[in-house]
C-alpha cells in the first residue's frame, strides 16, 4: 500500500519530523512519503492559519489521487480540511488529532492534552466532543509551533505531570504535529502512555486499509458536485 502524510503548514522541517516520525512505525509492506502544503500559513495557530491551510491540503490530496494513493493522514492538530479531504479521497482520512485521541481512550480512562498556544485549546475540546473522545483536559505550554525544539521537552512534561493531576487523567496526547518527536521521553519521565497523533494515526490508515475499508461514497463523502470554480 501506499500512504501520504500530509503536513497541511509549509514548513517543510516540520514535514521532515513528521515524516520520521510516521516513517519509524509502518509496515514492511507500506510505501509512504510525506507532502507540504505548497500554499499557506507556516504554522498554524488561529482559525484565519487553519482556513488558509485548507487549499493546499486539498491539493495534496487530489494530487495523491492523481497516483494512486492508498491512504492519508492530516498531519496537524486542528484536523484542518478533514470533511473536504474525505470527500476528494477514495481510501481513509485521518487527522493527528482523531487517530491520538482514539489511540489515548484505548490505553486509559481519560486523557489530557498538552498543546501549544492557549488559543488552540478551544479546537481541541471541540474535536474531542465531535470524535466522542474521553478528553478530561487541554493545557498550552505557549511555545508557538516553530519554537518548538528538543527543548520544549522539560516544558512539555512538566505540563503534563500538572494536567495528570488536576485532570485526574492517565494519559496524555501530544497537541502538535511538530511535538511528534518528543513522545518516547516524555512518557519514559511521565510514567504514563504519551500519545504521538502522527504515529498513531499512520498506523490507524494502514490498518484501515488493510481492512479493506475505503471512504464511504454513499453519501457525505460522496465526491463533490460538479461546477465551476473561480
Ligand atoms: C500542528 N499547528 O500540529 C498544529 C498545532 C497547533 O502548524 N501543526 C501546526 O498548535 O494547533
Not at 498538552?114 to 478530561?136: I, S
Request: hydrophobic content about 45%.
Amino acid at each position: 500500500m501506499h500512504l501520504r502524510v500530509v503536513n497541511p503548514n509549509t514548513t517543510a522541517a516540520m514535514t521532515a519530523t513528521i515524516e520520521e516520525c510516521a516513517r519509524a512505525v509502518i509496515g514492511p509492506g507500506t510505501r509512504l512519503d510525506a507532502a507540504t502544503s505548497a500554499t499557506g500559513p507556516a504554522s498554524i495557530e488561529s482559525h484565519y492559519d487553519e482556513a488558509l491551510s485548507v487549499p493546499g491540503l486539498l491539493a495534496e490530496i487530489a494530487r495523491g489521487e492523481r497516483e494512486g494513493v492508498d491512504g492519508y493522514v492530516i498531519a496537524c492538530f486542528g484536523d484542518p480540511g478533514l470533511d473536504a479531504a474525505r470527500e476528494l479521497a477514495s481510501g481513509p482520512v485521518v487527522g493527528i488529532a482523531e487517530g491520538a485521541m482514539h489511540a489515548a481512550a484505548l490505553v486509559g480512562r481519560g486523557f489530557s492534552v498538552v498543546t501549544t498556544l492557549d488559543r488552540t485549546k478551544g479546537r481541541a475540546r471541540e474535536l474531542a466532543e465531535r470524535y466522542g473522545a474521553p478528553c478530561r483536559g487541554v493545557h498550552a505550554c505557549d511555545i508557538p509551533v516553530l519554537d518548538l525544539d528538543p527543548g520544549a521537552l522539560d516544558r512539555i512534561v512538566a505540563l503534563g505531570r500538572e494536567a495528570l493531576a488536576r485532570d485526574e487523567s492517565d494519559v496524555i496526547v501530544l497537541g502538535c504535529a511538530g511535538m511528534a518527536d518528543l513522545a518516547a521521553k516524555a512518557s519514559a519521565r511521565l510514567g504514563v502512555p504519551v500519545v504521538d497523533g502522527v504515529a498513531a494515526a499512520t498506523l490507524l490508515v494502514q490498518s484501515l486499509v488493510t481492512l479493506g475499508l475505503r471512504t464511504s461514497k454513499h453519501s457525505e463523502y460522496a465526491p463533490p458536485p460538479a461546477k465551476a470554480y473561480k
